[in-house]
């Protein structure tokens, strides 16, 4: 039988309110989370985890600010404050998250050059974090996403999933986005349902 798994996005303290990187309402869909870690055959998640030296962390480049667009090895990225730099507290999973759940963590974001929004590959695709291979190979055909950011880190997640066919529901309510600029979870909607993700509510499951 096909098996269903709950994939945790990025519940870490950097993006919490307070953090490097705070999305508001953040806080707000731990307790949710935890809740519905048990409606699912299998609980995994995603950690950001980077160097200190990554290129989207705006300090890496000369003169530049947290919220400027650039190029970075032929793709556009945003640049953030210095976030999740690996094994700070700010890398840590939220205190509130009930960790003991999840079965597996998917670390991305770990090469200086390439950023990762998704759990499963980078932005340029050069490479897989194994949560694919590894779904497969627990048997997992459906998948459901919670967490943050519901405009970059759950997105593209929701796409990656979506195109390696899995059947792939974000389970909105249990999200919060950054909002670089207004609008952006309208859109995020709407590119995740264009790509075949639907969209449901914590309760009701
Ligand atoms: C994220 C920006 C930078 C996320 C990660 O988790 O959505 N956003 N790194
Ligand atoms: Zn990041």
Not at 10 to 32: M, R, S
Not at 68 to 94: K, M
Not at 132 to 141: A, N, P
């Amino acid at each position: 039988m096909s098996k269903s798994a709950l994939i945790v996005i990025d519940i870490q303290n950097d993006f919490l309110p307070g953090g490097a990187l705070g999305v508001a309402g953040g806080f707000d869909v731990i307790e949710p989370i935890n809740k519905l870690m048990g409606r699912f055959d299998l609980v995994v998640a995603t950690q950001d985890w980077h160097p200190s030296d990554h290129a989207s962390f705006a300090s890496n480049h000369a003169g530049r600010e947290p919220g400027e667009v650039i190029e970075v090895e032929g793709l556009t990225q945003v640049l953030w404050p210095d976030h999740c730099v690996q094994d700070t507290p700010g890398a840590e999973f939220a205190e509130g998250l009930d960790t003991a759940r999840i079965e597996r963590v998917f670390r991305k974001g770990s090469d200086a050059r390439y950023d990762s929004y998704s759990g499963f590959y980078d932005n340029g695709h050069h490479s897989a974090t194994g949560m694919t291979e590894y779904l497969r190979e627990q048997g997992v055909e459906q998948v459901f996403l919670v967490g943050i950011a519901t405009d970059y880190c759950v997105k593209f997640s929701a796409l990656d999933a979506c195109a390696d066919g899995f059947d792939t529901t974000v389970i909105i309510d249990a999200c919060r986005g950054v909002i670089v600029s207004p609008g952006d979870i309208e859109k995020a909607v709407a590119e995740m349902t264009q790509a075949g993700a639907k969209m449901a509510a914590a309760g009701s499951f």
